[in-house]
């Protein structure tokens, strides 16, 4: 019985696990697939372990500047499946200059030695005619991946325009495999979207809030000319920290002011942004603020507003980090806030490790990692067997704990919801639309009217139980 039970497990998890469109993955289908051809596994990795260009890192997911930005030396830009297969002789300094004013979070070196990545600097230069960050990379954390993979992360609050990696001893000759700038990645995509109208273009496709977080430049959500207060708002499935904001617009051919509010939630606005509409709009909100809403808006009455993808690049806000900000930061973590992949942006005890750990006696010799300013290396800690064994002894008690009637539950909820939704759907049959919207409570309509958390969680649990077997096909009773 206990192994029918295993089976019942397994078909509840094969059913929680969608089958994404083709080009996404993920929990929620909201990752794109940025691997070479476009070929990427379920986890997302890439089958040929290489990115598409301009994209890098833990399943393709951020952006690399470097590649739209002009170099001192070509092979700068240099990407390999396997790291390190071709290298080239770098001479100081090394500039990037960017081609227009961007966003960074720091870079990956990779060098062909561990010392040729010793004693680099990083200085960021001012360009003419442009309003950007001059000075040091400000907090400066470097991070070994390997021994041949430098991280540098800088806290740079505003554009940076052209960055110059310079070294201390000009005369050794250094050999680098690649240099990529990280600029951030996208948290808007395929995130709940609410519009105070649609409409349907000339395919028959109906331009909703969907169209603006969909990755592609060319489907755009737009509401309809006659509408009194345009309005797209935007719902992260979880709080997040955002670093930029932009927004690509069609402009009408009339001048239009665009407004830009960011929430907490519902009750509390945390900022506003103003401007004139342009093709692209690039926003830098104030750092450290949770965000869970973003609220979109054009400031004249009986406009159309036309939205070709709405992008949001940040990390998962603290502690959480991961694909779906489901994961948790080490506790060694300075403000528990961290990396993509799990790494501590900044460390309480200023250690240089990826988790800020020192290593247990007993690692593995690739964990043990030293940098150049200090003893710490990696972290590597090794779980005791006696704790392993406890941890598998509570597992298999849980286990034979849950019983079918917990499964019962589980099938009877997605009953209900059936249910509930069926009975909505029905209550809501098409009917011409009134434009009651008025500018004073529209805001306060879309926001009522957004789905809640409680309502996301449904929607997603009808999506992955949909084919899930109905409670005739369970046992009446479970026996061990």
């Known amino acids: 019985m206990f192994v029918s039970f295993l089976l019942v497990v397994i078909v509840v998890c094969h059913h929680a696990l969608p089958e994404c469109p083709v080009g996404w993955f ?12 476009l070929e990427c596994e379920t986890d ?24 739209s930005a002009e170099v001192s030396q070509e092979e700068l830009k240099s990407r390999n ?62 991070i070994y991946l390997d021994p041949n993979t430098l991280v540098i992360n800088c806290d740079i609050g505003n554009y940076v325009c052209q960055l110059n990696i310079t070294f201390e001893e000009t005369k050794i000759e250094r050999r680098l495999c690649a240099v990529y700038v990280r600029g951030g990645r996208n948290l808007a995509l395929k995130q709940v979207t609410t519009m105070s109208t649609s409409t349907v273009n000339e395919t028959g496709m109906v331009s909703d809030g969907s169209l603006a977080v969909d990755g592609r ?82 400031q004249h009455a009986n406009a159309q507003m036309t939205v070709c993808e709405l992008e949001a690049y940040g990390e998962c806000a603290p502690p959480m980090f991961g694909p779906d900000c489901t994961d948790i930061c080490s ?28 290593c247990l006696k007993g690692c593995g010799a690739r964990d043990k990692i030293k940098t150049e300013t200090t003893d710490y290396v990696i972290s590597g800690l090794r779980v005791s067997p006696v704790l392993s064994y406890i941890m598998i002894i509570i597992f298999i008690c849980v286990l034979i704990m849950a019983t079918t009637d917990g499964v019962r ?55 992955s139980i949909n084919s899930f077997p109905s409670t005739e096909s369970l046992p009446s009773e479970t026996s061990i």
């Open 44 to 67: 997302g990795e890439c089958k040929t372990k290489r990115c598409l260009p301009g994209f890098f890192g833990k399943q393709c997911q951020y952006v690399d500047s470097i590649m």
């Open 217 to 298: 430049l060319d489907e755009c959500a737009a509401t309809r000319d006659d509408d009194p207060y345009p309005t797209l708002i935007l719902h992260f499935y979880s709080s997040v920290v955002l670093s930029e904001i932009v927004i690509y617009f069609r402009p009408s051919k009339e001048s239009q002011i665009f407004l830009l509010q960011l929430h907490a939630d519902e009750n509390d606005t945390i900022m506003e942004y103003r401007g004139e509409v342009h093709p692209r709009v690039s926003l830098v909100p104030t750092p450290d603020r949770f965000i869970r809403i973003l609220e979109l808006s054009l």
């Open 331 to 358: 506790l060694e973590c300075k403000n528990y806030t961290c990396s993509y992949e799990g790494y501590c942006r900044y460390c309480k005890n200023q250690t240089k490790a990826l988790h800020c750990v020192d």
């Open 409 to 463: 539950g589980f099938l009877a909820r997605k009953n209900t919801l059936v249910q509930k939704y069926t009975k909505e759907v029905e209550k809501k049959k098409p009917a011409k639309r009134r434009n009651t919207w008025t500018k004073k409570d529209s805001i306060r309509r879309l926001t009522f009217q957004a789905p809640s958390t409680e309502q996301i969680g449904d929607f997603l649990l009808l999506q």
């Open 81 to 142: 499946a396997t790291k390190c297969q071709t290298s080239f002789i770098a001479l100081s300094p090394l500039v990037i200059k960017f081609n227009s004013e961007t966003r960074i979070s720091g870079i990956q070196i990779e060098g062909f030695a561990e010392e040729d990545l010793l004693g680099l600097a990083l200085t960021f230069v001012q360009t003419p005619n442009k309003s950007c960050y001059k000075g040091p990379c400000q907090r400066r954390r470097d």
């Open 26 to 37: 993920g929990s929620l289908c909201n990752k794109i697939c940025r691997c070479e051809n």
